[in-house]
């Protein structure tokens, strides 16, 4: 399964440090605007415990974890969505992703130059979204004119679609994301046609200052507790009392301590972390939120050749979930056998699973939970 996550964010924010953070691939991150111009994609393994703990347990020979593609895409400025800055290449990059990834600067640094010559979280990230909701703006009125000759003529799909980007319209003048337009379950395809950029889930990634023991010390001067750009940026991300929309999520990553540490072995690389005070750079979390983002799962097989995870979307069917392995499972579908991940480790062994009726037949209709494993009857 193939699916995205987009770096976005300004100029000088972090985001191909994170990239490299994330991947362990290098690519440029030098301090100048638009050094990324082509997007670069990186596969990260998705951080799960369990995933070891069952390869101990059948003492496999290979260890396969679940995936998630992140796509390094240029920064956006200002105008971006009129083309400044190389803006509509940049975002029809976006437009291909699945979700987005936004990396907010919380740090004052006076070597790493920002694009608006001064740090405000906020107001960066009111930039960014409103040059992505305005790209939208253009892509939905030039749908809607396309439609007019349809309606006119009754054409049920056109008229269908019309009154979905009636909805939208209004919502993207007013500086709102698509997300926040609901739509029923016959405008649900034609909204996903639209490929709007705003439409997908969004996740804020507030990259703090490299080794930064606490937010505070990472953003003194600019965004501290007591700052009201950290105020302001704290109630909207956290909704502000308010119960119109759902808070986006967001994460604390420390980019720069990985980018820093990622030529060194694991023994250094601890001792170097000990030493910045950085025992967790928040990377495992965001990855974690990202496959969350994406309505992503996990289920496993698991033998003494191999333990994978395998992903898939949430809802899956059994036959459907098949697929990930190979795409002929799910009309040769038979049965499966089903266990969760724990519950297979307290007892110790398959055998004393069937014994204890723990271990499950499952048909076409049963729909796979997080954790399962699970071995397909094909």
């Given at each position: 399964m193939s699916l995205s996550i987009?770096?976005?964010?300004?100029?000088?924010?972090?985001?191909?440090?994170?990239?490299?953070?994330?991947?362990?691939k290098s690519v440029p991150a030098e301090n100048y605007p638009f050094c990324t111009i082509d997007p670069s994609v990186g596969v990260v393994a998705v951080p799960d415990e369990r995933l070891q703990k069952l390869s101990d347990f059948s003492v496999s020979v290979k260890t396969v974890p679940a995936a998630v593609e992140f796509t390094d895409i240029a920064g956006l400025v200002k105008g971006a969505s009129e083309g400044e800055g190389l803006g509509n290449k940049f975002l029809s990059h976006i437009r291909e992703t699945d979700a987005i990834a936004q990396v907010v600067r919380i740090f004052e640094d006076e070597n790493v130059i920002h694009v608006n010559a001064k740090i405000?979280?906020?107001?960066?990230?009111?930039?960014?979204?409103?040059?992505?909701?305005?790209?939208?703006?253009?892509?939905?009125?030039?749908?809607?004119?396309s439609l007019v000759k349809e309606v006119k003529a009754g054409k049920k799909e056109a008229i269908i679609e019309a009154g979905l980007l009636d909805k939208i319209i209004p919502a993207l003048e007013a500086g709102k994301l698509a997300s926040t337009v609901v739509a029923d379950e016959f405008e649900a395809p034609f909204l996903k046609q639209l490929c709007l950029i705003t439409s997908k889930p969004f996740l804020y990634v507030l990259n703090k200052k490299a080794g930064a023991k606490n937010l505070d010390e990472s953003v003194r001067g600019a965004a501290s507790e007591m700052d009201e750009r950290w105020v302001k940026l704290m109630n909207f991300l956290e909704g502000g009392g308010t119960s119109e929309e759902v808070p986006p999520?967001?994460?604390?990553?420390?980019?720069?301590?990985?980018?820093?540490?990622?030529?060194?072995?694991e023994v250094d690389k601890l001792e170097m972390r000990e030493g910045l005070g950085a025992h967790n750079d928040g990377t495992d979390e965001l990855i974690k939120r990202g496959y969350d983002l994406l309505g992503l799962i996990t289920y496993f097989t698991t033998g003494t050749d191999e333990t994978r995870a395998w992903t898939i979307k949430k809802g899956w069917t059994a036959p459907e979930a098949g697929t990930a392995i190979h795409t002929d499972f799910k009309e040769k579908f038979v049965r499966a056998e089903v266990i969760e991940w724990d519950k297979l480790l307290s007892v110790g062994s398959y055998a004393a699973a069937r014994e204890k009726g723990l271990l499950r037949t499952e048909g076409k209709e049963y729909v796979v939970k997080d954790g399962d494993v699970i071995e397909f009857r094909v």
């Open positions: 987009g770096i976005v964010g300004l100029p000088n924010v972090g985001k191909s440090t994170l990239f490299n953070a994330l991947t362990r405000d979280p906020l107001k960066d990230i009111e930039v960014i979204n409103l040059e992505l909701v305005l790209a939208d703006l253009q892509t939905a009125t030039k749908r809607m004119h999520p967001y994460v604390i990553v420390d980019a720069g301590v990985e980018q820093e540490l990622k030529d060194l072995d």
